[in-house]
T-cell receptor, first 115, second 117 residues
């Protein structure tokens, strides 16, 4: 996984600041969205999800915002910590209840946290 | 601990050789998946399986083969027909194939990095 972050957009933030990672999704029929975190050398881990009937969902230190009008998804991380350094990517599922074989993954953003 | 184990973590292959990547899960999940990850690209689905002895091609199945003889195992063979096999391969599983939701999200293994010499 070390090379996963190559050629990706990079967001560099200071420890303690808030981070906002953006994702433009492709299909207006998508109705379920997921954010994953992938640390170097590891597989992706589920962070948070949101359905299309919501525009905001909060978790522990993370918030996902969904703007269906412009097909945009964002992940906000509060009080960013060094352990948050990773590649973050979104995934969309067309038709809630549809096959997970239809998940479409974004390319990802590399978050770098400066101490 | 329940999870997905992929092996080997690193693998080198000469051109013209077939290699098999192992994926084992002890989560009692019905559905399993193989993805390919290249730098700067999103995950691309190679194959997926809903149940034992059944599997379906994903978006980039050419040059790959799989088997699902046991519920917990879903090995991927990268054949010599795959023209550009150097990549990071991720195995995943979920409770079932359908109803993507917070209770049924994909759980990923740590990945296997294949390099063709």
């Amino acid at each position: 996984g070390e090379s996963v972050g190559l050629h990706l957009p990079t967001l560099s933030v200071q420890e303690g600041d808030n981070s906002i990672i953006n994702c433009a999704y492709s299909n207006s029929a998508s109705d379920y969205f997921i954010w994953y975190k992938q640390e170097s050398g590891k597989g992706p881990q589920f962070i948070i999800d949101i359905r299309s009937n919501m525009d905001k969902r909060q978790g522990q230190r993370v918030t996902v915002l969904l703007n269906k009008t412009v097909k945009h998804l964002s992940l906000q991380i509060a009080a960013t910590q060094p352990g948050d350094s990773a590649v973050y990517f979104c995934a969309e599922n067309v038709n809630y209840g549809g096959s997970q074989g239809n998940l479409i993954f974004g390319k990802g953003t590399k978050l770098s946290v400066k101490p | 601990d329940g999870g997905i184990t992929q092996s080997p973590k690193y693998l080198f292959r000469k051109e013209g050789q077939n290699v098999t990547l192992s994926c084992e899960q002890n989560l009692n999940h019905d559905a399993m998946y193989w993805y390919r990850q290249d730098p700067g690209q999103g995950l691309r689905l190679i194959y997926y399986s809903q149940i034992v002895n059944d599997f379906q091609k994903g978006d980039i199945a050419e040059g790959y083969s799989v088997s699902r003889e046991k519920k917990e195992s879903f090995p991927l063979t990268v054949t010599s027909a795959q023209k550009n096999p150097t990549a990071f391969y991720l195995c995943a599983s979920s409770i079932d194939l359908y109803r993507a939701s917070g209770a049924n999200v994909l759980t990923f293994g740590a990945g296997s990095r294949l390099t063709v010499l």
